[in-house]
Structure formats: C-alpha cells, structure tokens
Nanobody, 124 residues
Framework: QVQLVESGGGLVQAGGSLRLSCAASGRTFSRYTMGWFRQAPGKEREFVAAIIRYGYTTYYADSVKGRFTASRDNAKNTVYLQMNSLKLEDTAVYYC?????????????????WGQGTQVTVSS
C-alpha cells in the first residue's frame, strides 16, 4: 500500500511558476512509476507527466512539454512537478499517482494509488 500526499498548489499569475511535490509512504518508492494528472472542471482527467520506475526517464503531454519538468528523489520518497510559463488553461486539480506494473503511462487506469489532489489556479 502506498499513500500519496501532494502539496505546492496555489494561485499564480499567467507566466509564473509553481512546484508541486508528492510525498509517498513505503520503502519501495523507486519501484513505482510516478505520474502526474490533472482535471479541470467539467473535463476528464488528463495525463501531464510520468517518471519511470527505478530510473529517471520522463514523458510529457504535448501541452506541457518544454514548460513542465517531472523529477523524483528516491531517497526522500518524493516526486516533483516544476511548472513554468503557466497558462490559464493549466488551471486544474493536479494529482500524483503511482503505478506498480502498468506500462501505459498516459492512461490513468494503469495507476494503482492516487493522492488527494492539489488545486492550481492560473490567473490573468
């Protein structure tokens, strides 16, 4: 069982930056692929980024590529999402998730554990 707790959300002006953190419980954090998803009101949950188990390979949605950076610190059981050049359309609740065995990183059903989410609001 893995428990995930996100933090770092908030209100930021367009063009600004935020860094989200996701702290995980458990002693085998490095074996999980960690994903970031977001969900805006009235929209489906969408993939943002993933950082693959054991290593540091990352994948990004086209909409955030070049602006967002996912990273992980296995010693601290924490994954991060650095978000730069934020846009109004980045406003959403952001969730981190952990996948034990899944390989389709962009599909939310591949993930076994989810955090409670943190709100990111980008204002003009």
């Amino acid at each position: 069982q893995v428990q995930l707790v996100e933090s770092g959300g908030g209100l930021v002006q367009a063009g600004g930056s935020l860094r989200l953190s996701c702290a995980a419980s458990g002693r085998t954090f490095s074996r999980y692929t960690m994903g970031w998803f977001r969900q805006a009101p009235g929209k489906e949950r969408e993939f943002v980024a993933a950082i693959i188990r054991y290593g540091y390979t990352t994948y990004y949605a086209d909409s955030v590529k070049g602006r967002f950076t996912a990273s992980r610190d296995n010693a601290k059981n924490t994954v991060y999402l650095q978000m730069n050049s934020l846009k109004l359309e980045d406003t959403a609740v952001y969730y981190c998730a952990a996948a034990s065995f899944g390989t389709r990183w962009t599909i939310h059903t591949e993930y076994d554990y989810w955090g409670q989410g943190t709100q990111v609001t980008v204002s003009s």
